[in-house]
């Protein structure tokens, strides 16, 4: 069920974290330009905020110690231990939809 979450004119930098009553985790909103991603906003590593990373070739990098986590599939390099939750998005007109 798709659930409207954010409105593409609230991100700052093309980033917003959204939090979910039904998800115990913040959730990261990221716009490409071209795409609506929307991943747990916590490293799986040691809970860093996903958020203050920088994007780099469809991976989203971790301020604190480099895991890298595919926008997309959510996947990890090390130091991470294991992937991040990835949440299908999609954007109709200004609106960011999730399927929670």
Not at 22 to 43: M, Q, R, S, W
Not at 63 to 92: I, S, W
């Amino acid at each position: 069920m798709w659930t409207p979450v954010a409105r593409l004119s609230e991100l700052q930098n093309g980033r917003l974290v959204v939090k979910r009553p039904e998800h115990k985790k913040p959730i990261l909103l990221l716009y490409t330009g071209e795409e609506v991603f929307a991943l747990e906003d916590i490293c799986t590593h040691d809970g860093g905020p996903l958020h203050e990373g920088d994007v780099e070739d469809g991976h989203i990098v971790c301020p604190r110690h480099g895991a890298r986590f595919d926008l997309k599939t959510g996947r990890q390099t090390l130091p991470a231990p294991k992937p991040v939750k990835v949440f299908p998005a999609k954007l109709e007109g200004d609106t960011i939809l999730l399927d929670l």
